[in-house]
């Protein structure tokens, strides 16, 4: 008897267990159905751009934590050495598609995981100091421009909108610089301007009085795809359903920031060395959710227009497998 009530107690634990998981046979449902993912821990590349709002607001509403993701913000000196660390101290990264793209074209092999930021008014554009008499794109012939790298999103958009205002983009003078440092390349009258994207737009407004020579998303650049997330290729083929998992989180962030564009701003004075008038007033673009290989198309098209590729580069190749227009 004694032998046949501790058969029945072992069956009853068995079918408690079976029925709660709790005893891992079929996984725990406490990470949202993802417990197959292959991993649940990303480090992703930053720099304290708009662009990247939606991964903090992500990050303040737990929405990767709800999905099985523990996801930690790497802040990085620039999208270069972003790029660099993807499969070293990074999985993922932000940068400006005109980086990502010429670091494929350079032999760097990327899967595109998300679109982060198309342009709005004035989410980009040239800056002037305060007393400068620039107040027109085609005033200048021989214009100096700073750049955060000429080879990035800052030169290619000033090349296509001064075109548009007559001035020879051989005779655009750029002048390489960290975005920190524009304002006093402006005061000091290194530069004739500078290429600025926010929040340093609204910085270099409120401290030193700079103003706004052109929308540089404007006519050819209209709307312009400016900013996207990658993993190495080789990192998302060992890892697609920790990528799925991302996208979707990603996509489920980008449209609660679309839909409130105050909490985008003020999300900066968390990570953006903003305080909360500044924040107040910074243009806030367009949060894309899902990647669109003909907007992205647009941009790699301009690139090889503007000798900032070698050739045409197929952007549908470095879409996770599925994805379509």
């Known amino acids: 008897m004694a032998t046949r009530a501790k058969a029945l ?22 990470n949202g159905g ?26 303040n509403e737990k929405l990767f934590e709800k999905a099985g993701l523990q996801v930690n913000l790497v802040t990085q000196p620039s999208e270069t050495d972003a790029i660099k660390q993807l499969d070293t101290t990074l999985d993922i990264t932000w940068a400006t598609h005109v980086s990502l793209f010429r670091a494929v074209a350079e032999g760097t092999e990327l899967q595109l995981q998300g679109e982060a930021y198309q342009a709005g008014q004035n989410s980009m554009a040239l800056v002037t100091a ?4 620039y107040d027109d794109p085609g005033k200048k012939t021989n214009p100096r421009i700073a750049v955060n790298n000429e080879t990035d999103i800052g030169a290619l958009t000033t090349r296509a909108v001064l ?3 007559a001035v020879e983009k051989q005779k655009i003078k750029f002048s390489s610089m960290p975005f920190a440092d524009m304002e006093n390349a402006l005061t000091s009258g290194q530069v004739d301007a500078a290429f600025m994207i926010e929040p340093f737009i609204t910085k270099a407004q409120r401290k ?10 404007r006519g050819p650049t209209l ?6 997330y990658a993993s190495s290729k080789k990192f998302a083929e060992a890892n ?19 839909a409130n564009k105050l909490a985008v701003q003020d999300s900066l004075t968390s990570y953006a060395d903003v305080d909360q008038p500044t924040a107040a007033l910074v243009s806030v673009g367009t949060f894309p959710l899902s990647l669109n290989p003909i907007r992205l198309q647009r941009v790699a ?6 000798d900032v590729l070698s050739g045409r580069l197929d952007v549908q190749q470095l879409l996770p497998p599925g994805t379509t227009s």
């Not at 098209?301 to 503007?306: A, G, Q, R, V, Y």
């Open 9 to 30: 107690r072992l069956a009853a634990v068995l079918i408690t267990c079976v029925l709660t998981a709790s005893c891992g046979l079929f996984g725990s449902s406490s």
């Open 34 to 59: 993802t417990a197959d993912m292959e991993r649940n821990v990303l480090r992703i590349g930053v720099l304290p751009v708009v662009d990247v709002a939606p991964l903090r607001i992500a990050l």
């Open 130 to 133: 305060a007393t400068s008499d």
């Open 163 to 165: 075109d548009t205002a």
């Open 208 to 217: 030193i009085g700079a103003k706004i020579v052109t929308d540089t998303a």
């Open 223 to 228: 709307d312009f795809p400016m900013s996207g």
């Open 240 to 258: 697609p359903k920790t990528m799925k998992v991302f996208r979707d989180v990603l996509r489920d962030a980008q449209q609660r920031a679309q």
């Open 301 to 306: 098209d301009m690139m090889d227009t503007e």
